[in-house]
């Protein structure tokens, strides 16, 4: 079984990605944290299966949960969301999605992805703080630059945000959502949805793809090559996830990726 269906089992070694932005897992959904100086920011909670993950690689990375000020989620799918509920008991920390989701994370409507994912979901949740095109997230020595990328869903969210390694800063792109599969005939037709999600998609990458980011961040590892970046962060490579070519090419993918699964489907 594919392990998007076993996240419990999706543990991947975590990653201080550069200055003070990390990876604390998993295979099947990236949960990164910004370290602000003033409290922690995660970005996707993940999955609720996964989250003693999650937790073990914080502790591993000295982050303490308790220091989790704000949950920010790039869209409202339970694979990024689905532990939110657990971890806002646990620190209290506020919570931030883009505001077309916010259905999805209250469970008023069943466009979480769970029923795709074969999995009960029991995480709903209340956003704080509902983001639109332009929402800046400031905490410590960091601002989150939101810009709204529908189309994965209606309320996915891009972020953009210095980070430091003390001396040098460079700028991290965190993509919100490029997977192809909400914008499939088949997942549209089932809920009724509109076909504009897929141009709304494209002017999007257009858009996004003019921002300068230096370190490409995706909501799934196998988006932005972590493996093979981990292993060179390993051999001593502190730059490994530095590239500024990167992300261009990442938004001109997931366009090419969207017309070849679309292709003739209409
Ligand atoms: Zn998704």
Redesign the pocket.
């Known amino acids: 079984m594919h392990v998007m269906s076993k996240p419990w089992e999706g543990y991947f070694e975590p990653l201080k990605i550069w200055g003070n932005v990390y990876f604390v897992g998993t295979v099947p959904a990236s949960t990164h944290i910004i370290d602000t100086g003033d409290g922690l920011i995660m970005i996707d909670s993940g999955y609720l299966e996964s989250l003693y993950l999650v937790i073990h690689n914080m502790y591993k990375l000295g982050l303490y949960p308790k220091d989790i000020k704000y949950i920010v989620h790039t869209?409202g799918?339970i694979?990024?969301f689905g532990a939110t509920k657990a971890l806002v008991s646990l620190t209290g920390a506020k919570t931030f999605l883009g505001r077309a989701d916010a259905p999805c994370a209250e469970g008023k409507v069943p466009l979480s992805?769970a029923p795709e994912y074969n999995m009960d979901f029991a995480g709903t949740f209340e956003p704080d703080v509902l983001l639109d095109d332009g929402s800046k997230i400031e905490l410590g020595n960091t601002v989150i630059d939101c810009v709204s990328t529908p189309g994965?869903?209606a309320g996915t969210t891009t972020f953009f945000f210095d980070v430091t390694d003390g001396t040098r800063v460079l700028r991290a792109g965190l993509m919100g959502?490029i997977?192809p599969n909400?914008m499939e005939k088949e997942y549209l037709d089932r809920y009724g949805l509109s076909y504009s999600c897929r141009d709304e998609f494209v002017a999007a990458m257009d858009k996004i793809k003019e921002y300068k980011v230096d370190i490409y961040l995706g909501n799934h590892m196998q988006q932005n090559g972590t493996i093979k970046k981990a292993e060179q962060l390993k051999s001593g490579d502190k730059d490994a996830f530095v590239n500024p070519k990167e992300w261009r090419e990442a938004c001109e993918n997931a366009k090419k990726t969207l017309f070849k699964v679309i292709d003739g489907d209409f």
């Open positions: 869209h799918h694979d990024h992805y994965h869903t959502g997977g909400t």
